[in-house]
């Protein structure tokens, strides 16, 4: 069964320092990765997405991440925050093309100015 | 293109009251979903619809029902609400075949009293 774990519920960064959100996943397949950004009180929207192709995906707003299958990771960064970044990130895993989607539980990204 | 919609926007129950949610979308997407979303829990999906005519049961389900009325149109009823019901709901859709990437809506926020 497949499942993800966001390792931090929040990180605190201040606006121009780098921004790192872990998440691990478990898969009995070979996975589809996704992450996902929500501003306060709007709906979600694919940040990036990784298919078995590249393991380094770049996404929107200098955002990427790195799928490393020996680590079961999938973490997402970015070199320099700013203080539109702040929102809660979600970290997505899906086993196959016919399975529903499985969530973290999310983590809030907080930017200082 | 409006992409998925939702109505409410908002909405307040009374408890055994019921309630419809809809959804739509014009993408001509063949999956769509219905989640729910509490805080620290992430989003957990409540019911999907792999393609028009068929549903499935996702890992909520309970004091749920849905409705695909088309392809476009995705229904989420409550027929007896409970207080454990408040959330926030959002309907989501795919293309099949496009590792799942899904498109959301911007959510219904719902309050049982």
């Known amino acids: 069964a497949q499942s993800v774990t966001q390792l931090d519920s929040h990180v605190s960064v201040s606006e121009g320092t780098p921004v790192l959100l872990r998440c691990n996943y478990s898969?009995?397949?070979?996975?589809?990765l996704f992450w996902y950004v929500q501003h306060p009180n709007k709906g979600l929207q694919l940040l990036l997405k990784?298919?078995?192709?590249?393991?380094l995906v770049k996404g929107i707003n200098g955002f990427e991440a790195e799928f490393k299958k020996s680590e079961t990771s999938f973490h997402l960064t970015k070199p320099s925050a700013h203080m539109s970044d702040a929102a809660e990130y979600f970290c997505?895993?899906?086993?196959?093309?016919?399975?529903?989607?499985?969530f973290g539980k999310g983590t809030r990204l907080s930017v200082i100015a | 293109n409006a992409g998925v919609t939702q109505t409410p926007k908002f909405q307040v129950l009374k408890t055994g009251q019921s309630m419809t949610l809809q959804c739509a979308q014009d993408?001509?997407?063949?999956?769509m979903y219905w989640y729910r979303q509490d805080p620290g829990m992430g989003l957990r999906l409540i019911y999907y619809?792999?393609?028009?005519?068929?549903?499935d049961k996702g890992e909520v389900p309970n004091g749920y029902n849905v409705s695909r009325l088309n392809k476009r149109e995705f229904s989420l009823r409550l027929e007896s609400a409970a207080p454990s019901q408040t959330s926030v709901y959002f309907c989501?859709?795919?293309?099949?075949?496009?590792?799942?990437?899904?498109?959301f809506g911007p959510g219904t926020r719902l309050t049982v009293l």
């Open positions: 989501a859709s795919t293309i099949a075949g496009t590792f799942n990437e899904q498109f």
């Open positions: 898969s009995s397949y070979s996975p589809s």
């Open positions: 990784y298919t078995s192709a590249a393991t």
């Open positions: 997505v895993v899906s086993d196959s093309g016919n399975t529903p989607l499985v």
């Open positions: 993408m001509n997407h063949n999956s």
């Open positions: 619809s792999a393609s028009e005519g068929t549903t």
